[in-house]
């Protein structure tokens, strides 16, 4: 079950103006281990980096939320970052979290549908950004990938931008892939829909 970290101004609404958008975190474990969205991927671009913000402890508290404490067999000790790289969100543009990464002694890598099953192997966290042109077989293919990846004790970040991606595509078959890899999650980013219980506690795991 979805537990929400972080909201919007009660007045902050979608481009649909009959459906309220007020979640902006929500975060869940999912088998063995744990997964967090955030509704608008380009949080940890430079440029979003302004005076008094706090996206870079966002993205430290993040990262180290998600990040497994039991090391995986036949990898290094090193805590791998994986990065899916969104249409608008690079890493490029992200120099701030990645000195922040150097600084913690992780490896920050970028991924790929080509190279993903090999990367998962040794990977820590994925960090799924906003694609809006994924491999027809994304849903099929890198989707259960991904879910085995959680399950089995890795940690998940997804950054989404699915309200632009619903706007521009409203009318067509075409299904954000945010949504694809959401759904067996239990969250939509188009549809404002996260399930989420925002009675229950966030369980902070020892150490953190």
């Not at 979003?48 to 993205?59: S, V």
């Not at 000790?77 to 979290?97: F, H, N, R």
């Not at 991924?111 to 809006?132: A, F, I, Q, R």
Request: glycine residues 10%; negative net charge.
């Amino acid at each position: 079950m979805w537990q929400s970290l972080g909201r919007l101004p009660t007045d902050a609404l979608t481009y649909n103006e009959e459906v309220e958008s007020i979640l902006f975190v929500a975060a869940r474990q999912y088998g063995n281990g744990h997964v967090l969205a955030y509704a608008h991927d380009g949080l940890t671009q430079d440029f979003e980096m302004t005076d008094g913000g706090d996206n870079l402890l966002f993205a430290q508290n993040a990262f180290a939320w998600l990040t497994p404490r039991d090391l995986k067999e036949n990898c290094s000790s090193e805590t791998v970052i994986l990065v899916w790289q969104g249409t608008y969100a690079k890493i490029s543009e992200m120099t701030e979290v990645q000195d922040f990464i150097h600084r913690r002694g992780w490896k920050l890598q970028v991924t790929s549908p080509e190279t993903l099953e090999d990367d998962l192997k040794c990977g820590s966290v994925l960090w799924y950004l906003s694609d809006w042109n994924p491999p027809s077989d994304f849903a099929t293919k890198h989707v259960p990938l991904i879910l085995n990846f959680v399950k089995e004790g890795g940690g998940l970040l997804i950054g989404g931008l699915g309200w632009s991606y619903d706007q521009l595509y409203e009318g067509t078959d075409s299904i954000y892939s945010g949504d694809l890899l959401g759904k067996p999650l239990g969250l939509s980013f188009t549809k404002d829909a996260f399930q989420l219980n925002t009675n229950a506690p966030i369980r902070l795991l020892p150490g953190y």
